[in-house]
């Protein structure tokens, strides 16, 4: 089956604009996450959906940073006046349901470059 | 706050050579614990988890993982790598009784000579 798609595979984009980056889950998961990967670092947890909801934001580094998701499935993470240190690979999870066993499977990440 | 511990950044093995590739995290409570792998230019999968039972825990492609609770430890081990295990591995961790998210280590690389 499909799994967790992301796009676009890369972006590069210039200080001071905006960006969006999308994540479509696997069907039927109804927990979605998203991560940031920076050289070097692990994985950096940034704000997890459960269905349109958003229980836990404090990952996100920012007031730049915004993420929604609609109809339960697509979700958008959007960094508003890009700075160089925003520049990473951003990866979205879903799983079934956001019970702590539940297994996070992952996209290919969008690797943003903010030049 | 919590965190996970991967001792080694960047190991080098010949084939055939045993592994154990460290994980310590700083969660005092019931812990779920996880190894994810990625190979090179591919996403991150599952290897194996731990969540409840036996502290020994198999997963894909011959590894194993022991989850010392008095150590806090949760090390990655296979007895003879292969070349196809090149890649970066992760250790991740979640407190039992919250949803959300992983907290990761920062991954070890692993060198496979043939």
């Known amino acids: 089956g499909a799994g967790v798609s992301q796009s676009p595979s890369n972006k590069v984009t210039e200080k001071g604009k905006d960006v969006e980056l999308r994540c479509d889950p696997i069907?039927?998961?109804?927990?979605l996450y998203w991560y940031r990967q920076s050289l070097g670092q692990g994985l950096e947890f940034l704000i997890y959906f459960q269905g349109n909801s958003a229980p836990d934001k404090s990952g996100l580094p920012s007031d730049r940073f915004s993420a929604e998701r609609t109809g339960g499935s697509v979700s958008t993470l959007t960094i508003q006046r890009t700075q160089q240190e925003d520049s990473a690979v951003y990866l979205c999870?879903?799983?079934?349901?956001?019970?702590?066993?539940?297994?996070?499977?992952f996209g290919p990440g969008t690797r943003l470059t903010v030049l | 706050a919590q965190s996970v511990s991967q001792h080694n950044h960047h190991v080098i093995l010949s084939e055939a050579a045993s592994l154990e590739l460290g994980c310590n995290y700083s969660y005092g409570g019931t812990v779920n614990l996880f190894w994810y792998v990625q190979y090179p230019g591919q996403h991150l999968q599952l290897l194996l988890k731990y969540f409840s039972g036996d502290p020994l825990v198999k997963g894909i492609k011959g590894f194993e993982a022991e989850f010392i609770k008095s150590k806090f430890s949760f090390n990655l081990r296979k007895p003879s790598v292969q070349w196809s295990d090149t890649a970066e591995y992760f250790c991740a961790v979640k407190q039992a009784l919250s949803q959300g998210n992983l907290i990761f280590g920062k991954g070890t690389k692993l060198s496979v000579k043939p």
């Open positions: 069907s039927g998961h109804t927990a």
């Open positions: 999870a879903s799983s079934l349901d956001s019970l702590p066993a539940d297994t996070q499977y």
